[in-house]
């Protein structure tokens, strides 16, 4: 056994002997002499298996070459520019490749370019060797070699539509249909070259779960474009991260369209009994009282607003702080509502408190549908999800509350004040004791008494019936002292 075949035996690569001795040739007449086939040997065998992958995860900015087995999931369209000082036209094409770890981009150059078009097909399995770099949507690799790859597995899905669960960091060329939950502003920014840039976002919910869509320049304007409840697809978006969390971006080469299709949506929330200071959760409940919103002075003299909700569920109740344009929305008792990702915080007098801030998504669910408006944004110049403790003169608090001490005071209305406001409403303006009337309206209130609301007065009503919040009900009873006694509820 020669020297390159011993070192060959030792090799855990999937390379041949008959490649292998090349490179060592070509190594032994790189280096001049200075090294015989056995030292040229080894030196191969270290390249190879520093470049070596196990997997697309694998794969990192700086590494000299990386070699991976992965499947062509979509294939892009040829792209010509100008070289600088040569007279033939570049050429490029961005082939999404993926294996069981995740997805990358390949770059195929000028003459790899035209045989991409000319021989790949998506499903394709390719061995692949490439120089890994930063691009702007994550890691790309530039192909220096490539060759199919028949007899090997690679157990990825090729599919036109991505969900939200399938997302990865680093895949690009995504198309997703998502039911459009929250929708923000637009917003300019300089950069660093002295350009201005614009920027504004979306929420996308499917079956599976829900992100947010970044919409960058020409693009940004979309945003404005759709409505909460409608459907809409994102065309060649990209994955990154941001704050731990994934989002889909959407730069000039994409595109996000409405379509008339019907998507599922389904919030999944924590019980409010369990959720804990310094949690980032998904709630959701009634409604079951509105604060007007307030304006205050930031330390660096800008205006925010805050408007406080408190929301129900069957387990307990919580108050909420919409800050900035969600403290806009037109919600009020008696409406249900999804909130997601809402910080929970040491708040007034104690009790926790959640606070909705820029990351934060409110939905307004409806008997059929999913609904939603708010402000979804990219920047950090403000502190919009600042605690509610600050209002409660804690100094600790941040920029956000500085100036609104009585933002949280006047909400504080528990079961027994519900009921006292709405006894006392039926007694200055409601039917007469002994009245026998039949009343419809929302549950707000599913405790003793259960409090409907009908977007105009609430009315206490006591019954034995099993009443869940959030449903439409009609009582026919007697009213006494400003309590409407049901003798029959539907």
């Known amino acids: 056994m020669s020297d390159i075949e011993g070192v060959y ?5 999937d390379v041949s002997l008959e490649e292998f001795r090349e490179a060592v040739e070509e190594k032994v007449e790189q280096m001049g002499g200075l090294a015989d086939e056995e030292t040229a040997a080894m030196l191969i065998a270290h390249e190879i298996g520093e470049s070596e992958v196990g997997g697309i995860a694998d794969i990192e900015p700086g590494m000299e070459d990386a070699k991976f087995v992965a499947k062509v999931t979509s294939i892009g369209e040829v792209r010509t520019f100008e070289r600088d000082g040569e007279d033939e036209d570049g050429r490029v094409v961005n082939v999404e490749v993926a294996d069981e770890t995740g997805s990358v981009r390949a770059a195929f150059w000028d003459e790899h370019a035209e045989a991409a078009i000319e021989e790949l097909e998506e499903g394709q399995v390719l061995r692949i060797k490439g120089r890994p770099k930063e691009g702007f949507s994550g890691v790309e690799i530039s192909v220096d070699h490539v060759e199919p790859d ?3 597995e690679v157990d990825v899905q090729v599919s036109d539509t991505h969900t939200v669960e ?7 060329n995504v198309n997703l249909v998502g039911l459009v939950l929250d929708t923000g502003s637009v917003r300019t920014f300089d950069r660093d070259d002295g350009s201005e840039g614009k920027v504004s976002n979306l929420v996308l919910g499917d079956s599976t779960g829900r992100i947010r869509v970044t919409l960058w320049d020409e693009q940004a304007d979309l945003a404005t474009e759709f409505e909460p409840g409608t459907t809409a697809e994102v ?3 990209y994955v990154k991260e941001r704050d731990g969390n994934l989002e889909l971006h959407v730069g000039n080469r994409g595109a996000v369209e409405e379509v008339d299709e019907e998507v599922e949506y389904v ?3 924590t019980p409010i009994e369990d959720v804990e200071i310094d949690q980032t959760v998904d709630i959701a409940g009634v409604v079951r009282s509105a604060d007007p919103k307030r304006t205050f002075d930031r330390d660096d003299g800008s205006e925010g607003q805050v ?3 408190r929301v129900q569920d069957a387990t307990d109740d919580i108050r909420v702080a919409l800050w900035g344009e969600k403290a806009d929305l037109d919600i009020g008792p008696g409406d249900e509502v999804a909130l997601g990702d809402v910080e929970i915080q040491d708040g007034w007098q104690d ?3 959640a606070s909705g801030g820029w990351q934060s998504t409110v939905t307004v669910l409806e008997s059929d549908s999913v609904g939603g408006s708010g402000e979804s944004q990219t920047d950090d110049s403000s502190d919009e999800n600042a605690g509610l403790s600050a209002f409660a003169g804690d100094d600790s608090g941040t920029d956000e509350s500085d100036g609104a001490d009585a933002a949280t005071t006047d909400s504080d209305t528990d079961s027994d004040e519900l009921a006292a406001s709405s006894d006392a409403g039926a007694e200055a303006d409601g039917p007469a004791d002994g ?3 039949e009343f419809t309206g929302v549950v707000v209130q599913a405790g003793d008494p259960v409090v409907l609301d009908d977007g105009e007065t609430t009315m206490s009503v006591e019954t034995d019936a099993d009443v869940g919040l959030g449903e439409e009900l009609t009582a026919r009873g007697i009213v006494r002292n400003g309590r409407l006694e049901a003798n029959d509820v539907f």
């Not at 035996?9 to 690569?13: G, Q, R, V």
């Not at 399938?166 to 690009?172: E, F, P, R």
Request: negative net charge; without cysteine.
């Open 307 to 309: 408007r406080n909700i």
């Open 166 to 172: 399938a997302l990865s960091l680093g895949l690009s």
């Open 435 to 437: 009245e026998e009337i």
């Open 235 to 237: 065309i060649d978006g």
């Open 267 to 269: 919030p999944e929330s």
């Open 150 to 152: 028949p007899d090997t």
């Open 351 to 353: 009790d926790l408190e």
């Open 9 to 13: 035996e030792d090799l855990e690569a």
